[in-house]
């Protein structure tokens, strides 16, 4: 009997919920009982990290600065004065880029002062016509890929330019130009360095662990203390998400190179430097480029979240329109994020990929050809927006800067849409929804909320014995103590109710529909690019469609949540069949299995630690996508890092709810990994 | 020389307190940053005050920032004014910053405004809940089984804003009236949500229950808010009192960073005694949401149309 169950995993497995089920009838709930829920010992902890940075922030190393404005001195803290001349380096080069497309005053003043800038009213920097912006952009992705690129990229510019978002597209772009770069270089350099020094490795590994699944609203109200509001503390909150991945592929590609390349660059006499940037780096190109991918998808992102901490442009105009209840209007500023994304991805995919041709004896004309051609098209867009500015009489010169909201426009058609489904298909889903809501998630609900904290313990840390031995059990303990020890116990169990619900819908649907496009090579790009536009695409904008149809119930979060937590789960159950061997394939349909076998013994198993990994992903995006739901209305912990925002100790509480929905993630993510890791080896992948 | 400006100061220092006479003293050249919020008339009135301040030579940002978080911002000089602090909604988080210190009381809008539980007016006439705006209405069975859902667990439901607004004053207060084994509260996620719910309501005509303020877009529509026991002070559970009361007709405050006077003593004159009404601002909401301009172009046109109304505030700083 005891060797059965030290053989059988799944009677163990069974034991355990038994010892769970029993320990839920035994344990009665009431306040002093410490088996049912755990004292809050760090209650004070939020107060702790608030008066700790308010400290550092205003009380520390007091200095004396003059204030030519008042003309007085007055007492600033050194730290203070410190991390707002960072972000003073960061908003002049923002408003730099920005005033190359948009035109300003801002740079001048940088060099001159306000006082000179506001008698010398001629000294402004004139925006660059949109058709310049619009042809030069076309012209870089033809001289880096070819004429495809240069249609797709050209015909981005066009569209933002023709729909009138020209102006808060090129905020958001510049934004993205200086995020984005900085997100890749410091995530390159840590990369560079964890790999180079194991020490560093080590303590980099939880701190990216935390960062990736901490939710970006948690530190928000961090960034704007140390760096105050505007279009650099959106850049800074956006890089602290954007840089983790970067890390991560950059660490994973340096590693996975053969040591016969490393020793190739040094017999060719290398130097420590030339072998890294001129050898090791460039091979590990595909990994690194992946990671710049990420990086770009995440910045545009959090292109709306960004616009809550004072980033101008397309996220802040959609959060405008979407309190206006304009989902038309919000739908193409959406789209234009997403085309953005999808042109920067492209255009720096290309820029990777091209090869430096050190043969070529090329003359002038043809070594120049791109810079030339820019030099007319740059004549050429002048000239129209000066004659344009003949033409126009109003006001607009539609050939220099379409004005906002004056260009064409499709709203009105989306808005329509928009009411045809709720006028054709809510009465349908009304009775699903009141069903679904009290047969399942009420049920659900109370359920999660109606477990002892010493089952819940019992629950997980087996779960994390049995799949991985006493280290993992133990991990898995340590995150869920932290959480049971702050005050806020039972609105992570509300969180971990949504999260699980929905991490199931979206594995399912997420693994029949990645199964089902990998059959073919097209339906697999289509699928991809699906993916990629899910991604980037603002969850906001369907938070209203789906409240419209399911009120502001748990329902509504639920769907908000599977929408986009499906994505990785579709991605890496595609990722994962393709990279099953074509010649597994052969032989097993050789050993007689018909495809549907193949599909279960083969295809399946194989891919089976790949996937894995997307469910982790699908956990990570849920999570995230959890306290976004808090904007439709939940009393998770959600609700209370949005609460946050306007808390007097909101930097604590914020930072530690965070860390809370962290762990969750971090708990899960344990024995995720481990499983998958040793099926690996089974398998013989690792 | 260095005499000279000390005394400049000083002077500068004493007008900002109460003589209104500042009048050599001239704005710093430096933009006077302005917060944009995520409703119309904030936004519109955000570019008008702008306009304002543009219209006497001084320098003006625009910066996007949450309704919450702006005062910790106001506080450290990141922004500069804010000018619709709503009592009930905001007047937490801008005394929280005035305590910390950093965030001075720039005077009040002639508004006031109401920020309560209410129902859009269609309700009252179709009869959903006879007895309405009277709020022992609430009590009987025919009115609050018409606002049950499906996760109230057959109780009514008020729709309240984030718990960030007013933390659990409602929760409390049905409480309170006795009425919280008849109705239950839930916390919506933002005002979005709140639209949304109003918007759904009306298509499929049933009663709700939400929370609401006047001026706002939803006044043209028709929005009656319900008829508590009168507010007096300290009324409220957070306050001592029983919880038994409404809201009170509240205040519309604005608040500057305590640098302002000193650095931009014109335009803060004009800031301080700049006062919208109700109607005044519900016109400029109505440019956007009803006449759908664009919130820039609003602001261009009520500064337009009303120079009666904004130019003798600059003549009163000079």
Redesign the interface.
């Known amino acids: 009997m005891i060797e059965a169950l030290r053989q059988k995993k799944y009677l163990q497995f069974i034991l355990l919920v038994i010892f769970f089920l029993i320990l839920c009838v035994v344990i009665t709930p009431s306040e002093g009982n410490w088996f049912w829920r755990l004292p809050p010992l760090i209650k004070e902890l939020p107060l702790i990290i608030n008066n700790g940075v308010d400290y550092v922030m205003f009380d520390w190393w007091l200095i004396d600065v003059w204030d030519p404005d008042i003309e007085e001195y007055e007492e600033k803290p050194l730290m203070n004065q410190f991390t707002r001349s960072a972000s003073g380096v960061v908003l002049f080069m923002i408003e730099f880029v920005r005033e190359i497309f948009l035109g300003g005053v801002k740079t001048i003043v940088t060099f001159t002062g306000w006082d000179w800038a506001t008698e010398n009213e001629w000294a402004r920097w004139p925006a660059l016509p949109w058709t310049v912006v619009a042809g030069g952009a076309a012209i870089l992705g033809y001289a880096l890929k070819g004429p495809r690129l240069a249609l797709f990229v050209g015909f981005t510019f066009v569209y933002i330019a023709v729909f009138g978002q020209w102006e808060p597209s090129m905020e958001t772009l510049s934004f993205v130009l200086i995020a984005a770069p900085m997100s890749v270089l410091l995530g390159l350099l840590l990369g560079i360095w964890a790999f180079r020094n194991k020490y560093v490795e080590m303590v980099l590994n939880p701190i990216l662990n935390v960062m990736q699944i901490m939710p970006h609203f948690s530190y928000l109200v961090p960034v704007v203390v140390f760096f105050g509001i505007g279009d650099h503390a959106g850049a800074i909150a956006t890089v602290i998400f954007a840089t983790p991945p970067m890390v991560r592929l950059t660490i994973l590609g340096l590693k996975k190179l053969s040591p016969e390349i490393a020793e190739a660059g040094l017999m060719s006499g290398c130097n420590n430097r030339q072998l890294l940037f001129k050898v090791l780096i460039p091979t590990a190109r595909r990994d690194i480029l992946i990671g710049v991918n990420q990086v770009i998808m995440s910045c545009l992102a959090m292109v709306v979240i960004a616009s809550l901490i004072g980033a101008k442009g397309l996220g802040n105009n959609l959060l405008i329109a979407l309190n206006q209840l304009r989902i038309g209007l919000a739908l193409e500023l959406g789209v234009c994020i997403v085309l953005i994304a999808i042109m920067l991805d492209r255009l720096s995919l290309a820029w990777a990929d091209k090869q430096v041709d050190y043969f070529a004896d090329l003359s002038f004309v043809e070594r120049h050809k791109f810079s030339l051609m820019f030099g007319v098209v740059f004549i050429v867009g002048v000239l129209l927006a000066l004659i344009g500015s003949l033409v126009f009489k109003e006001g607009f010169n539609y050939l220099y800067l379409i004005p906002h909201n004056k260009g064409i426009t499709t709203q009105d058609f989306w808005q329509a849409g928009v009411d045809w489904v709720w006028d054709t298909f809510f009465y349908a889903l009304k009775s699903f929804n009141e069903w679904f809501i009290v047969e399942v998630l009420v049920p659900v609900k109370s359920a999660y909320l109606a477990m002892p904290v010493a089952a819940t313990f019992v629950l997980a840390m087996g779960i994390g014995y049995i799949v991985g031995g006493a280290r993992v059990g133990l991990a898995v303990g340590g995150f869920l103590l932290f959480i049971a020890l702050t005050e806020w116990w039972d609105r992570a169990l509300i969180t971990a109710y949504l999260m699980t619900l929905s991490v199931l819908i979206s594995t399912f649907i997420g693994v029949v529909m990645g199964t089902l496009c990998a059959q073919n090579p097209v339906t697999t790009r289509i699928m991809l690019t699906i993916c990629d536009t899910f991604q980037t695409f603002p969850s906001f904008i369907y938070l209203i469609p789906v409240m419209m149809l399911f009120g502001v119930t748990d329902t509504s979060v639920l769907i908000a949540i599977v929408v986009y937590a499906t994505v990785p789960a579709t991605r890496y159950t595609i990722q994962g069949l393709l990279s099953v061997p074509p010649q597994l394939h052969e032989a097993g349909s050789m050993s007689g299995v018909n495809r549907v076998q193949r599909y279960l013994a083969i295809e399946l198993p194989m891919a089976f630690p790949h996937m894995a990994l997307g469910i982790n992903q699908t956990v990570v995006f849920a999570l995230s996508m959890v306290i976004i739901g808090a904007l439709i209305g939940t009393d998770d912990l959600g609700q209370l890092i949005l609460k946050s925002l306007s808390d007097k100790d909101g930097v604590g509480n914020g930072l530690v709810l965070g860390l809370c929905v962290a762990f969750i993630g971090l708990a899960i993510d344990q024995v995720l990994r481990t499983w998958a890791n040793q099926r690996k080896q089974a398998l013989g992948l690792a | 020389m260095k005499f000279v ?2 005394l ?2 000083l002077s ?1 220092l004493v007008a900002s307190f109460g003589f209104s006479n500042v009048a050599n003293a001239k704005d ?4 006077i940053v302005i917060p ?1 919020h ?3 008339s904030q ?1 519109v009135m955000a570019y008008v005050i702008g306009g304002i301040f543009e219209s006497i ?1 001084d ?1 003006v940002e625009y ?4 309704s ?3 005062y ?2 106001i506080r ?1 000089g ?2 500069t004014i804010s000018h619709e602090v709503w009592q009930s909604t905001f007047g ?2 801008f005394y ?1 910053a005035m305590t910390k210190g950093g965030v001075i009381d720039a005077g009040t809008h002639a508004a006031t405004t109401l920020e309560e539980m209410g129902v859009p007016t269609w309700v009252v006439e179709k009869g959903l809940c006879p007895g309405l705006p009277n709020w022992e209405a609430l009590k009987s069975e025919e009115c609050y089984k018409n606002f049950t ?3 109230s667990g057959g109780k009514g439901r008020w ?1 309240e804003g ?3 607004w007013h933390g659990d004053l409602m929760p409390e207060r049905l409480k309170a009236l006795g009425l919280d084994d008849k109705w239950t509260v ?8 709140l ?3 109003l ?2 309501a009306k ?2 005509g049933r009663g709700t229950v939400v929370f609401n303020w006047t001026p706002n877009f939803t006044d043209a529509e028709g929005f009656t808010f319900i008829e508590f026991p009168a507010y007096t002070d300290g009324c409220r559970k957070a306050d001592g009192g029983e919880g038994k009361c409404g809201s009170p007709k509240g205040w519309l405050k604005k608040a500057a960073n305590y ?1 302002f006077p ?2 931009h003593p014109h335009a803060y004159t004009i800031f301080s005694q700049l006062s919208f009404t109700t109607p005044q601002i519900g016109q400029m909401a109505a440019l ?2 009803v006449d759908k301009m ?3 172009d609003a602001a261009k046109q009520w500064l337009k149309d009303n120079e009666a109304i904004w130019k003798p505030w600059t003549q009163a700083g000079m």
């Open positions: 400006t000390k400049a100061a500068l710093s050249t430096k933009p944009i995520n409703w119309s936004i030579g320098n910066v996007p920032a949450d919450q978080a702006v910790e911002s450290n990141d922004v937490k988080s929280n859902t499906a996760d729709l984030p718990q960030s839930k916390f919506a996620g933002g005002a979005d949500a639209w949304t719910e918007a759904s298509k499929e640098k000193k650095t956007v949401d664009d919130h820039k």
